[in-house]
């Protein structure tokens, strides 16, 4: 039989597979994917991206495509729960979205994988899977037959009823919800008339409300403009859809029927989508050399999460891979994939598991909640906190020891930056997804010591206004690994950081110190 070898298979081609490929080649490793589907699928899917991965995206150099492929950034008011979480008066919003079709995100990423040089081949099923100490084999099935592929890591990020984590024995304990939700994006029929606040006036219907509304018969929510009709109806059914079968604008009319009691007047369709929710989560993310990420790794039972969420795995995992499948992986460092991102994904299922609690309690006291809830909203500190929730950019990823500096774990927030040789960013510096050390406040002493892990390690001396520290060691998935204090002593932040740096990026790679961390070579500057 045929034998394909690579270092990284990846299963799946939906947007976290193939943000794997685009992290995975960046690290520097080959990457093949693999995707059952012979064509990239039209059926709607997910409609934007927001949240933390937006900056991540920014830093890579990929929201410029984003944007240029039709996304657009709508104002930041969200759904949560049968409520809406409005920051539209937050000057700097903890959460923002970029509205774009799940299809043309793939497409982006697709187009960038392949000119970094992954490859990716659709119409091949992976039918089984075998792993040993030193590599991993998926049989496949392709539309020249049957053949192997062989690598030291394979990461399923095939949908919520992954195969792959089914042959890997790893349980995704959780439920199934039984209520099924229809979305549609409709034109607007011209009988229709839409206020100003976005209630709808229906001839022979009346005034209905924008927003969402609740019946004994399910939920109905509504968001006019005068070009185009938002609707969505959400009833408990307990059937088992097929997620590729289309939904129809007569199966819409019915349903709103059903909840509402009246005929609703719906113009031309631009997207129909049914879904029905999940909470789940994968026990563990890893089994030997089989990881799992993006739906194979967790469901939510609220929108807007997903995506997110999947993508972050990948960006989370490729240069932990990419380290082992190198050889200086320190011990442990691909386990925390696992510890991480279970962590994150843990924190995006209790804000979605609390919207199922709001949205489908039916009895006066559940109203009474999502009353008072509303009215916290009110409130910018509850805005901004539920608004870093939803976007998981609170997310500070739990770090051994108990006096790590307060921006140990936390994403590497952009600011510009100074050196000898113009201006930059930390944004700019993680274009290339290597590690950084970011020294702001000219600590030779501390130059001294990461000498030892380059050039495994980049080092960058700068001045920026109002520092967050002396000096910051970033990880390629942009996350702070260790920060110095403001003048924090070289007895105190030398052993930490030599900690630090072992800890994430393995054995010092010089003891000689032959080469100076001030040298131009040694030292990068400016991108």
């Known amino acids: 039989m045929r034998v394909v070898e690579t270092d990284v298979i990846i299963v799946g081609a939906g947007p976290t597979g193939l943000m794997l490929a685009n992290e995975s080649r960046l690290a520097g490793v080959r990457a093949l994917v693999l995707e059952k589907y012979p064509q990239p699928r039209e059926t709607p899917k997910a409609s934007g991206i927001g949240g933390r991965i937006l900056d991540l995206l920014r830093y890579r150099g990929l929201l410029e495509r984003l944007e240029a492929a039709g996304g657009s950034y709508p104002p930041p008011r969200f759904p949560f729960g049968g409520v809406y979480l409005d920051l539209t008066q937050l000057a700097d919003p903890p959460m923002r979205a970029l509205a774009i079709p799940q299809l043309a995100i793939e497409q982006v990423l697709g187009q960038r994988a392949e ?8 119409g091949h099923t992976v039918v089984g899977v075998g792993q040993d100490d030193d590599t991993v084999t998926a049989d496949v099935h392709g539309p020249d037959g049957p053949y192997q592929v062989t690598a030291h890591y394979l990461v399923g990020c095939d949908g919520g009823r992954s195969p792959i984590r089914g042959m890997a024995g790893i349980e995704f304990s959780g439920t199934t919800l039984i209520e099924v939700n229809r979305l549609a994006q409709v034109t607007t029929p011209e009988m229709l008339t839409v206020h100003d606040n976005g209630d709808l006036d229906v001839p022979g219907v009346g005034r209905i409300a924008a927003g969402y509304t609740r019946t004994e018969h399910g939920q109905f929510a509504i968001h006019a403009t005068p070009e185009i009709l938002f609707l969505q109806t959400s009833e408990d059914e307990g059937a088992d859809y097929d997620s590729d079968e289309p939904l129809t604008l007569p199966e819409v009319r019915e ?28 026990e563990r ?59 994150a994904g843990a924190r995006a299922r209790l804000q979605t598991r609390a919207q199922m609690a709001l949205r489908r309690g039916g009895d006066p006291a559940a109203d009474a909640l999502r009353t008072v809830f509303e009215e916290l909203l009110t409130d910018e500190a509850t805005q901004r906190r539920l608004g870093a929730l939803v976007g998981g950019t609170d997310i500070r990823y739990p770090l051994p020891g108990s006096d790590q500096h307060a921006l140990a774990g936390t994403f590497a927030a952009d600011r510009t930056l100074r050196t000898d040789v113009g201006v930059t960013s930390i944004a700019e510096l993680m274009r290339a997804a290597r590690p950084v050390f970011l020294d702001l406040a000219d600590r030779a002493d501390l130059r001294a010591i990461v000498r030892e892990w380059l050039p495994r390690v980049e080092v960058v001396t700068a001045e920026t206004e109002d520092r967050p520290a002396d000096a910051l060691l970033i990880r390629p998935d942009a996350h702070i690994a260790w920060a110095a204090g403001d003048e924090e002593s070289a007895d105190s932040a030398a052993p930490t950081l030599r900690a630090a740096l072992a800890r994430w990026f393995g054995s010092e790679t010089s003891r000689t110190g032959s080469q100076s961390a001030d040298t131009p070579s040694a030292t990068m500057l400016h991108r």
């Not at 113009?267 to 989560?281: A, E, I």
């Not at 993508?311 to 380290?323: E, F, H, I, R, T």
């Open 115 to 122: 000119e970094l040089g992954a490859e990716i081949r659709r």
């Open 255 to 282: 349903s709103i029927r059903r909840v509402l009691g009246v005929d609703l007047p719906l113009g031309d369709p631009m997207r129909l989508s049914r879904y029905v929710f999940q909470d789940r989560q994968a």
């Open 285 to 343: 993310y890893r089994a030997g050399r089989i990881l799992v990420a993006g739906d194979a790794a967790h469901l939510f039972p609220a929108t807007g999460t997903a995506l997110n969420a999947g993508m972050s795995d990948a960006v989370n995992l490729a240069w932990k891979l990419a380290a082992a499948i190198e050889g200086w992986a320190p011990e442990g460092l691909l386990d925390t994939y696992h510890d991480e991102r279970h962590f």
